[in-house]
């Protein structure tokens, strides 16, 4: 079964940054597209970033250029970097794996348990 446990979580001050971290076990890991989503209490779980073939990444608006994801096929590791944090970041970050080798429209098959971030003011 595949398993995906993020880490990495926290309080963090505006402006400041975090590094999550997603495990992955039970799948293709170097195969499989990879993905960072969130969600906030009250909204419907959304797009932040997503890895395939290795290096070809695709990023949510609000988020490019201020986050990176990037992934350790010999960790089985997908990480998101978070940098100038904002308190609108604030939501529970789920990583989650594609059962193709590319992020579709349907989304992800498997999710993590996610990892709580709140960026405060």
């Known amino acids: 079964q595949v398993q995906l446990v993020e880490s990495g979580g926290g309080l963090v001050q505006a402006g400041g940054s975090q590094r999550l971290s997603c495990a992955a076990s039970g799948l293709s890991f170097g195969s499989a597209a990879m993905g960072w989503f969130k969600q906030a209490p009250g909204t419907e779980r959304e797009f932040v970033a997503t890895?395939?073939?290795?290096?070809?990444?695709s990023y949510a608006s609000s988020v490019k250029g201020r986050f990176t994801i990037s992934r350790d096929n010999a960790k089985n590791t997908v990480y998101l970097q978070m940098n100038s944090l904002r308190p609108e970041d604030t939501a529970v970050y789920y990583c989650?794996?594609?059962?193709?080798?590319?992020?579709?429209?349907?989304?992800?098959?498997?999710w993590g348990q996610g990892t709580q971030v709140t960026v405060s003011s």
């Open positions: 989650a794996a594609y059962d193709v080798p590319f992020p579709t429209t349907r989304g992800p098959k498997y």
């Open positions: 890895i395939y073939r290795n290096t070809i990444t």
